[in-house]
């Protein structure tokens, strides 16, 4: 029996001050989950279609000139086809759903992915205890819940649009963490003498006073200190859990 699962997620694009920007494309909240490809397959169509015809044609890049020929030449003998009319470049005419979906192709206007995953592997998400928040991705629109198949995932550059997100999120996240906990070594931890060494032998900690202090660099050195600096606290300063793909859409 196959692991595979069929994701549904919605997809962005980069806004220029005039229009979207088709090449400029981000992966957003998941719609939904499907077991069944077909099932997934014929769902993924309608959802293109049905938001192919919620915004105008010419607010997208493909009509401001941003294609290649090739692509405006195959556009303009495909809407010939099947209309019997030339395609004045400025608003979508009415098909049928099979065609208006072959349209959304060859224009690049998908505001869904449809992905295939072995949902054998795990799916991770970041949760803050500090702020009882999951941890979400930095982009130029809307806010996406981070997510991986490993526990790196924060670091991983497919999750981001390009470095500048990818910096923001990850200094963003480091920001929001408590990094100075207070009290006695035996009231942070069910493992002070451990603890004790992991302070002595790191210069990252300090303890001093009832005050643990965790110095942070804002790079994947400084999520690996944390993690182990995790495993001995009875509250952790971040957490990495483990989701199903249905959970990671109700979560989105």
Do not use: C
């Amino acid at each position: 029996m196959s692991n595979n699962k069929y994701v549904i997620r919605h997809q962005s694009f980069g806004y220029n001050d005039e229009w979207y920007d088709l090449d400029w494309a981000m992966q957003g909240a998941i719609k939904a989950v499907y077991s069944d490809k077909t099932e997934a397959e014929q769902q993924y169509k309608k959802l293109i279609v049905r938001a192919l015809y919620q915004d105008d044609y010419y607010n997208f890049s493909i009509a401001n000139g941003e294609g290649d020929d090739q692509q405006y030449e195959a556009i303009e003998a495909f809407i010939l086809e099947k209309t019997g009319e030339e395609f004045d470049g400025e608003s979508i005419p009415e098909m049928n759903e099979d065609d208006a979906f072959e349209f959304a192709k060859l224009s690049g206007i998908l505001h869904y992915q449809l992905i295939e995953i072995d949902d054998s592997l795990p799916n991770y998400v970041l949760f803050n205890p500090t702020t009882q928040s999951y941890v979400y991705a930095s982009t130029p629109e809307e806010s996406v819940l981070l997510t991986g198949q490993n526990e790196l995932f924060l670091f991983d550059d497919k999750n981001y649009v390009e470095d500048y997100w990818k910096e923001q999120t990850i200094n963003e996240f480091f920001g929001d963490l408590k990094l100075e906990l207070n009290g006695s070594l035996e009231e942070l931890s069910d493992s002070p003498t451990l603890l004790q060494q992991l302070i002595h032998d790191n210069f990252w900690l300090s303890y001093e006073n009832q005050q643990l202090k965790v110095k942070s660099f804002a790079d994947q050195d400084s999520f690996n200190w944390i993690k182990s600096l995790n495993a001995l606290l009875k509250e952790p300063i971040f957490e990495i859990r483990q989701v199903t793909l249905e959970e990671l859409a109700t979560l989105n």
